[in-house]
Structures are given as C-alpha cells and as structure tokens.
C-alpha cells in the first residue's frame, strides 16, 4: 500500500491536532511547534537553539497546499513565555478564517522551508525501511497504514 494521494489526519481536541479542519478556503492545519539545530541538542546551550513557531498551513478542498504562515516566538532560553506568544499568535491566524470549523483533514504531501527548517508532510518511508510512512514536520506526527488518520509521535 502506498501513501495515499491525501493523507488522513483526525482532529483530537485538546492533542496535537486540535487545530485542524475546514474553512471557507478550505482546510487548514495548525500548530506551536520547535525545530532544534542539527547537533544543538547534545550541546549545554541547546535551549538557545531551540526555536518555537506559530504555524499555520492552508490547503484546498483537494488537499494541495496554497500557502503557509510562520512566525518565530522565540527560543527555549524563555520556554514559556515563547510558548505562549506562539499560542496567541495562532490563535488570531485561526480566528481570522472565515467559516472556520475545527474536524478532520485530508492534505497531499508538501513541505515549505523556513529559516533553514523543514515544514510540512513528507514521505519518510526511507527511513522506516521502505514502509510507507509520511511525518507531519517538525511536529513529529507520523502517519501509517490503514491511514485512518490517527498518527504516532
């Protein structure tokens, strides 16, 4: 079984797909996630590396992507407060959909860079030994056969 043409992916209130669903455009995904630098992890600083975003995805009807927004909040040096600038951030970008409702999507593989970071849902199955796996990025939210939109992280 291959990646479908449009991946499933379930909304779970209060998880990490809480911020899902349709609009008057279409449909969205959106999320506060951290992208670390390759390497930063192992290192004493790694909290200055460690970047928060407020992330916003729209796709249309058909599930192809038609843009993105993406804003950093600031790194993990203050955690909180950038978690919660994050947050609100989203929160108006969610708020200015109009017929926003939040329910379960089905988006096409895509990705967007951004300040040298991977974002979006890409085919990953190289690294599961060829079996059809797609990760939402950087989230770390996989996605895998029956494709029944719930995912692992």
């Known amino acids: 079984m291959a990646i479908p043409l ?3 992916i ?3 209130p209060d998880h990490r797909t809480s911020s899902i669903g ?3 455009g279409g449909q969205f995904f959106g999320s506060v996630t951290a992208t670390l630098e ?10 200055r590396h460690k970047r928060w975003y407020a992330v916003l995805h729209r796709f249309d009807a058909d599930g192809a992507h038609t843009g993105s927004q993406i804003w950093c909040a600031g790194t993990s040096e203050d955690e909180d407060a950038s978690i919660d600038r994050a947050q ?5 970008w969610l708020d200015a959909l ?3 409702v939040f329910g379960d999507i089905a988006i096409k593989l895509f990705h967007v860079e951004f300040e040298g970071h991977t974002f979006g849902l890409i ?4 690294d599961y030994d060829g079996e059809d796996h797609a990760e939402f990025v950087p989230d770390d939210l996989g996605f ?3 494709w029944d939109g719930c995912y692992d992280t």
């Open 98 to 100: 109009p017929g926003r």
């Open 88 to 92: 609100a951030c989203l929160g108006v």
């Open 123 to 126: 085919d990953r199955s190289e």
């Open 6 to 8: 449009r991946v499933p």
């Open 10 to 12: 379930a909304y779970e």
């Open 144 to 146: 895998d056969p029956p």
């Open 38 to 47: 390759d390497g930063a992890g192992a290192a004493a600083s790694w909290f």
């Open 22 to 24: 349709s609009y008057q």
